[in-house]
């Protein structure tokens, strides 16, 4: 079982940047497929992006520009974030999947292994 933390999460002004950082502890021989979601308060978690356990990057329709997933190594990837905007408030969660079926790219939040804690990025006018 891994664990997962998130980092770098804060207050911005719109038209900031900030890059958030997730690190895997637990599971530093496996190769897992990694993105970051994001969710409003009341709403379901939104994928942003995923890197695939073959080291592909997808970028989610459902987030605009300005958001760049990287990956460090296999246990730790950052997310990118420029010109952020309030509507960008959110709670920012990295996950990662380390089973063989779900290596990525994913369509959604539902049933991905291992989640960290979240980060909260607020965006102010």
């Known amino acids: 079982q891994v664990q997962l933390t998130e980092s770098g999460g804060g207050s911005v002004q719109a038209g900031g940047s900030l890059k958030l950082s997730c690190v895997v502890t637990?599971?530093?021989?496996?190769?897992?497929?990694m993105g970051w979601f994001r969710q409003f308060p009341g709403k379901e978690r939104i994928l942003i992006s995923t890197?695939?356990?073959?080291?592909?990057i997808y970028q989610s329709d459902d987030v605009e520009g300005g958001f760049t997933i990287s990956q460090v190594d296999k246990n730790s990837w950052f997310l990118q974030m420029n010109n952020l905007k309030p509507e960008d408030t959110a709670m920012y969660f990295c996950?990662?999947?380390?089973?063989?079926?779900?290596?990525?790219?994913?369509?959604?939040?539902?049933?991905?292994?291992?989640w960290g804690l979240g980060t909260q990025v607020t965006v102010s006018s």
């Open positions: 637990g599971s530093v021989f496996k190769t897992c497929g």
């Open positions: 890197i695939t356990r073959d080291g592909l």
């Open positions: 996950a990662a999947d380390c089973r063989l079926d779900y290596g990525g790219p994913w369509s959604g939040a539902a049933g991905l292994e291992s």
